[in-house]
């Protein structure tokens, strides 16, 4: 079965760096689109980068410039590296995928920024 598992996640000061890892297993990694997302308190989930099966980035106006997603294919996991981090930051971070149709989410890892 489908299977996304998110780690890396913690608390990190202003400016500080965090890399998030999902690791994939169920389906033929390559061949996907992949989608970091987040959800902050009392606020809906946002799209903050995806990679195309390509390797084609899409980036947030929000984390341009500090995030960056990549994907491993061998090692089948998705990576979102964030520099510069800002309290603004603070959420729980997802991993998503799309396979015929259907959505697959990991179940998250908790990112916080503060001091």
């Known amino acids: 079965q489908v299977q996304l598992v998110e780690s890396g996640g913690g608390l990190v000061e202003p400016g500080g760096s965090l890399r998030l890892s999902c690791a994939a297993s169920?389906?033929?990694?390559?061949?996907?689109?992949l989608n970091w997302y987040r959800q902050a308190p009392e606020k809906e989930r946002e799209l903050v980068a995806g990679?195309?099966?390509?390797?084609?980035?899409y980036y947030a106006d929000s984390v341009k410039g500090r995030f960056t997603i990549s994907r491993d294919n061998v090692k089948n996991t998705v990576y979102l590296q964030m520099n510069s981090l800002k309290p603004e930051d603070t959420a729980v971070y997802y991993c998503?995928?799309?396979?015929?149709?259907?959505?697959?989410w990991g179940q998250g890892t908790q990112v916080t920024v503060s001091s």
């Open positions: 169920g389906f033929t990694f390559s061949s996907v689109t």
């Open positions: 998503k995928t799309q396979i015929q149709f259907y959505d697959f």
């Open positions: 990679i195309s099966s390509g390797g084609s980035t």
